[in-house]
């Protein structure tokens, strides 16, 4: 019995089944909406099987097409693939709810709205096969799906605007993807073999690697929008319907990301990594203040939290510098944390604005004032998500910034500390900005009716964020099974 | 110097400066025109790279069909947009970011590449020892097909998925437009379709069936069929429109439905996604490609049409159920 329902194919699952869905979505665009509830409600019972049969049996790993590396594609179940793909399908099962409210059966664009849902569910598979991918092509094939989907997602408000987003983002997504493979295409000319773990064994030092190095961390770079190549993601994220901002910020970023940290820890550990590493550190200071700096300029919430994710990714950049031999571990894992922290929190702050857009006709922050009232609950999510964005303990974000300052004063590191704080202190300022309108005394002439879907599901998410300290121990141990890095996460000072 | 030296040498500074050339074109028509004749010259280089099948796919889709894309496209823009590209005021960084591009980092990237690709110890061979080892049990005499739809399917089934998706966006943009309204076809161009059309029908075929042991295959043998429906469109015909739902719609999927099926019943009986059982792996891959071919051209004829078909229905009338904010 056991055998039956504890089995890794539940990983591979979360790859067919939203696959699958899209198809149907696509073939009967009259149900597609009931297809892609169906779809959010299974795939976080996968998932939760897949991380239970991986935690509790020792089965041997899988390759896709039964043939052994280097001839097949390894698909991943170790740590890193599960908590992805946990966050994806908790994340996706609730925008998928939101997006029931926002979307509604009888919309003036109907046209529109019928291809959002083969489209969702076409990244939402793409965004798992990346996940469980352990093979550099396999990578780019899924990077392009994951790329193609979101440019549709985005022209899918349409306008000149959206257009001109999408255009752009699908250039920027080409370039990257392109930069990316002509790095692939050494790593396989030199070893035939573009397997992660057997390339991790084989790589040695030599300035072709180095070459190929440069070329694919700067694609992934240019994909996850680190500072000064951030200049696509705000009119990307913003032009975007909000459940597609949601997921953009929450999980494509994270994407190009998450390849980062696999070629960064497994590929690349025997070159010299010690220049670019500071290089992206140092380009992730700039991002945090800059970003920052910018979101508390902005007029429009839905720009201040793209401009605050530019910010958030600054963060992740951190863990380069940090990762150094004895705090490895400690500066992976904060990775890790705040980009599942991130995930929740910044999706429910985007549908608390994609609501407040859809029912004020604008999403200006004047236009907030007084939605602390009877619509307090928006506030209320918009609050609690806002926590880990700040980092304010007991959110993720704060045990997050709390492994990386740990690991910038045991490496000496200590100038890494002021732009931590800075970015703590100003995103508790464009957050009480924020606030600051939603709390006015104003009173309203009428109050927008919001369906449920909209109003009561992004507070899971945010819930989670805010309380995600109290629960990180279980999430951290999964996420560290067959990790890339040993060692302590908290590391003693040594004076 | 050899003449085959001297034949790569001219085909590549061809190469380069045709890519200037279109680059550097103002002229959106001239473009199109020599990324056609760059596509084609770049098939004649992965020729002599060795890699026919490469030379195939690049001839038929990335100058043929690609080329087709683009035409339409600018037949669809109006002409004074065509005859001249949008100007607009440039921000300083927007001015600094196109020469920074291409005169710095561009140059500094074929430097360095050409320095370090003198160092690599090419292993000539890849894993054609072990591609061929495995030809036997692996359901195809041809280690092309062997790899794409046997060692490394889960990429292949990824790819249509993408092909999918392309047409999907496209959809999503727009309706189809009707492109000719004159009835009047050519007397010559109808007279030609019908000797030519069996043909390209016929040879798609072939294409299709020797991928199992020569270079050929599913999406050589798409956009054959494609530059079929091309010519027949062009000679007056257009699918009736009881067959533009479902049917269509079933036609455009089918080939990655399939793969996607044998992908979840092999996970589910085998445990591993397209683990085929030796004996059947011949059959499924033989499956797969004669759905995937149609697909393949029912999805790039469609691309071709430029928006998804004309519905009858029309859009729900019933008021939304947006309460808008009166304040």
Redesign the interface.
């Known amino acids: 019995m056991t055998e039956l329902f504890l089995?890794?194919?539940w990983l591979?699952?979360l790859t067919?089944l939203p696959?699958?869905a899209a198809?149907a979505a696509?073939?009967a665009p009259q149900q597609a909406r009931w297809i892609g509830l169906a779809t959010a409600l299974l795939l976080p019972v996968c998932a939760l099987a897949g991380i239970l049969s991986v935690t509790l049996t020792h089965a041997d790993p899988?390759?896709?097409?039964?043939?052994p590396t280097?001839?097949?594609?390894e698909?991943r179940r170790d740590g890193l693939a599960l908590v992805m793909l946990a966050v994806t399908a908790l994340v996706g099962f609730i925008i998928s709810c939101y997006a029931l409210g926002y979307f509604?059966?009888?919309?003036?664009h109907?046209?529109?709205v019928r291809?959002f849902w083969?489209?969702w569910l076409?990244l939402w598979?793409?965004c798992n096969?990346l996940f469980v991918s352990g093979d550099l092509?396999?990578l780019y094939?899924?990077l392009?799906?994951v790329t193609?989907?979101s440019?549709?997602l985005i022209?899918?408000e349409g306008g000149k605007q959206a257009?001109a987003a999408a255009l752009r983002y699908l250039f920027i997504g080409l370039l990257g993807s392109l930069s990316y493979l002509?790095g692939v295409g050494?790593l396989?000319?030199?070893?035939?073999?573009v397997d992660i773990a057997l390339l991790g064994e084989m790589i040695s030092a030599?300035?072709?690697n180095h070459?190929a190095m440069a070329?694919m961390v700067a694609g992934l770079v240019l994909k996850s929008a680190l500072f000064p190549l951030h200049f696509w993601l705000p009119q990307a994220h913003t032009m975007a319907p909000a459940p597609v901002s949601a997921a953009l910020s929450a999980l494509v970023v994270k994407a190009a990301y998450v390849i980062l940290l696999r070629l960064w820890f497994e590929v690349f550990p025997a070159l010299d990594t010690f220049a670019v590493g500071h290089l992206l550190g140092l380009l992730g200071s700039i991002a945090i203040v800059w970003g920052s700096l910018m979101a508390l300029r902005q007029e429009r919430l839905k720009l201040l939290i793209a401009y605050s994710t530019v910010a958030q990714i600054g963060y992740l950049y951190l863990v380069f510098p940090l990762a150094q031999p004895e705090t490895m571990a400690a500066a992976w894992t904060g990775g890790v944390l705040l980009m599942m922290t991130h995930a929740c929190g910044k999706s429910a702050m985007f549908m608390v604005a994609g609501t407040i857009h859809?029912?004020?006709?604008s999403d200006r922050l004047s236009?907030l004032a007084g939605a602390g009232g009877p619509v307090g609950v928006l506030a209320v999510v918009f609050t609690l998500a806002a926590t880990t964005i700040i980092g304010l303990p007991p959110s993720g974000g704060f045990f997050a910034k709390w492994i990386f300052i740990n690991a910038a004063l045991v490496t000496g590191q200590w100038w890494y500390l002021p732009i931590i704080l800075s970015g703590t202190l100003l995103a508790a300022a464009y957050i009480a900005r924020v606030l600051g309108w939603a709390f006015l005394d104003v009173k309203?002439?009428?109050?927008?009716?919001i369906?449920w879907v909209m109003k009561w599901p992004p507070l899971v998410l945010s819930v989670i964020a805010l309380l995600f300290g109290l629960i990180a121990y279980e999430p951290i141990q999964i996420a560290l099974i067959g990790a890339p890095v040993h060692g302590s996460i908290m590391v003693e000072m040594t004076p | 110097m050899e003449p085959a030296l001297i034949f790569d040498l001219i085909l590549l500074l061809t190469l380069i400066s045709l890519a200037w050339l279109l680059l550097a074109s103002t002229d959106l028509f001239r473009a199109v025109v020599l990324f056609i004749a760059f596509g084609l010259l770049l098939a004649l280089a992965w020729v002599r790279l060795g890699a026919p099948d490469v030379a195939l796919a690049e001839a038929a889709i990335g100058a043929g069909i690609s080329g087709a894309l683009l035409l339409i496209g600018l037949g669809q823009l109006g002409s004074s947009e065509r005859d001249r590209c949008p100007v607009r005021p440039l921000t300083f960084l927007q001015h600094l970011s196109a020469p920074v591009l291409i005169g710095v980092i561009i140059p500094s990237v074929t430097v360095i590449l050409l320095l370090e690709l003198r160092q690599l110890q090419v292993v000539t061979s890849g894993q054609q020892g072990l591609v061929q080892n495995l030809l036997s049990i692996s359901g195809s005499d041809h280690p092309v097909t062997a790899v794409l739809l046997n060692f490394r399917a889960w990429d292949t089934l990824l790819e249509k998925g993408v092909l999918l998706l392309a047409l999907i966006t496209i959809w999503s943009l727009d309706q189809a437009r009707p492109r000719f309204e004159n009835t009047d076809i050519p007397p010559l161009l109808s007279g030609f379709g019908q000797l030519l059309l069996p043909l390209l029908i016929l040879f798609a075929g072939v294409l299709l069936w020797q991928g199992g042991y020569v270079p050929g295959g599913a999406f050589q043998a798409g956009a054959l069929l494609t530059a079929a429906m091309l010519l027949a469109t062009l000679s007056g015909y257009a699918l009736p429109s009881r067959w533009t739902g479902v049917a269509l719609r079933l036609v455009l999927v089918a080939g990655f439905l399939v793969f996607l099926a044998v992908a979840a019943i092999t996970l589910l009986l085998r445990g591993e996604p397209l683990h085929y059982p030796q004996r059947l792996a011949g059959g499924l891959i033989l499956l797969i490609e004669i759905v995937a071919t149609l697909s393949v051209a029912a999805i790039l004829s469609a691309a071709l049409a430029g928006g998804h078909p004309v519905t009858n229905l029309p859009p729900a009338a019933t008021p939304t159920t947006k309460i808008e904010d009166k304040s």
């Open positions: 089995h890794q194919q591979i699952w067919l696959l699958g198809v696509f073939l899988i390759t896709a097409g039964g043939w280097p001839l097949g594609i698909l509604p059966v009888h919309d003036r109907y046209d529109k291809y083969p489209l076409f598979g793409s096969a092509f396999n094939v899924t392009e799906l193609l989907s440019v549709a022209a899918l257009l002509l050494l396989y000319g030199s070893y035939a073999t030599t300035r072709l070459a070329l859809h029912t004020a006709g236009r309203r002439s009428s109050y927008p009716v369906p």
